[in-house]
């Protein structure tokens, strides 16, 4: 049986002990970050996906960390499709956004029950502030080889029954707007969660 060094045991010892701690280090600070969206009709906490939509998440928690989304409302909520918001105070103003975003719509991320995404027009690159969240799976919003699709950026992991109760609400037309909620939907706050 052959005699270990003690001194070069301990260097291998030191060198696992200290990849070891890298890794964990890594994984930790890799953790997606959660946001939550506490609303009039309850709290939604939301799982980000930095890895698969950086410039979706970066923008996202940039909005959050400037409260932007504070007092806004679910604008447009379509029961078996989707409610969208971040955009618009209860008298249906439009609040100033940034720049808009390069569309990662690409990513790998499909519009499944949950998950949210990033709103924009018809132009792929032009989403700014607002979001949409998948009451159902959406697989017509996925990007294709025809299509951009929309950027899907996290999950919900906690407040689904917060999504379906907002699609219940009853909705209206105001001016060139539909699916109003005729009560506004208010995001009371969003905040990431520490």
Known sequence: MPIVNRSIFLRYLAALLLLGSFAWAQSVKAADPIVVLKTSLGTIKIQLDATHAPLSTANFLAYVDKKFYDNTIFHRVIPGFMVQGGGFT??????????????????????????????????????????????????????????????????????????DKIAQVPTTTQGQFENVPEKPVVIISARRES
């Not at 499909?110 to 502030?129: E, Q, V, Y």
């Open 90 to 163: 209860a008298d249906m103003t439009e609040k100033p956004a940034d720049t808009p975003i390069h569309n990662e719509g690409t990513n790998g991320l499909k519009n499944l029950r949950g998950t949210i995404a990033m709103a924009r027009t018809g132009d792929p690159d032009s989403a700014t502030a607002q979001f949409y969240l998948n009451l159902v799976d959406n697989g017509a919003l996925d990007a294709t080889s025809d299509a951009p699709g929309y950027a899907v950026f996290g999950k919900i992991i906690s407040g689904l029954d917060v999504i």
